[in-house]
């Protein structure tokens, strides 16, 4: 079964719009953590943003935040003000604590932002 | 500044070569993995190692082996080269096994096989 779900596989948004990149995971784990990377055309993995399964707050680094619903198993990402340098793919990934070596990554999202 | 550096950048190979991409870190990591990306799949696991002198497979693992050379290095060897493997690898390290460490990775190694 897929441990990470990203639905979109892409998406438009309007600059300076916000937009909401979806993510799903699967863990029995109650030590976890989620990532959020950022790919751009130039192939370099970016990381933005972590959130700890026990952190009560969500978690926010500049324009990104992460709107976590730890009963719903959902870990989506926020982007305020869209740049046209957010148009990259987008991946959501997954560290579970037992598992602790291995991270999980989800298919990913396009996002497109348009001028 | 390097952080986690990949070599080559870009590599032809014919069907039945081998060869091995490099990586090295210079930030004291632990943790060390090797991923390959393909189209609409995300990365995918090879092989990690969670220390220098022990390695593990990773989900996707057959066809290559790795050599943690070092707490810096971290080596992935194609013995036979087969068109399957043709994809991008990602090098990454994490300073220490806890959740919460994000991976810092290496700018990848394009690979085709012919």
């Known amino acids: 079964a897929q441990k990470i779900t990203q639905t979109q596989p892409g998406m438009f948004v309007q600059e300076k719009e916000a937009v909401t990149l979806d993510c799903t995971y699967d863990?029995?784990?109650?030590?976890?953590?989620l990532f959020w990377y950022k790919q751009p055309s130039s192939g370099e993995m970016i990381f933005l943003i972590y959130?700890?399964?026990?952190?009560?707050q969500n978690a926010t680094e500049g324009r990104y935040s992460l709107n976590f619903q730890k009963a719903r198993k959902s870990a989506n990402l926020v982007i305020s003000a869209s740049q046209l340098g957010d148009s990259a793919m987008y991946f959501c990934?997954?560290?579970?604590?037992?598992?602790?070596?291995?991270?999980?990554f989800g298919p990913g999202t396009r996002l497109s932002v348009l001028p | 500044n390097a952080g986690v550096t990949q070599t080559p950048k870009f590599q032809v190979l014919k069907t039945g070569q081998s060869m091995t991409l490099q990586c090295a870190q210079d930030?004291?990591?632990?943790?060390m993995y090797w991923y390959r990306q393909d189209p609409g799949m995300g990365l995918r696991l090879i092989y990690y190692?969670?220390?220098?002198?022990?390695?593990d497979k990773g989900e996707v693992p057959n066809g290559y082996n790795v050599s943690r050379l070092n707490k810096r290095e971290f080596s992935l060897r194609l013995e036979s080269a087969a068109p399957s493997q043709t994809s991008v690898y990602f090098c990454?390290?994490?300073?220490?096994?806890?959740?919460?460490?994000?991976?810092?990775f290496g700018d990848g190694t394009r690979l085709s096989i012919l």
């Open positions: 959130q700890g399964s026990y952190d009560e």
């Open positions: 990934a997954m560290r579970e604590a037992l598992l602790g070596q291995n991270f999980v």
């Open positions: 863990t029995s784990d109650q030590s976890y953590g």
């Open positions: 190692s969670a220390s220098e002198g022990t390695t």
């Open positions: 990454a390290s994490t300073p220490v096994s806890t959740a919460n460490q994000p991976q810092h």
């Open positions: 930030m004291n990591h632990n943790s």
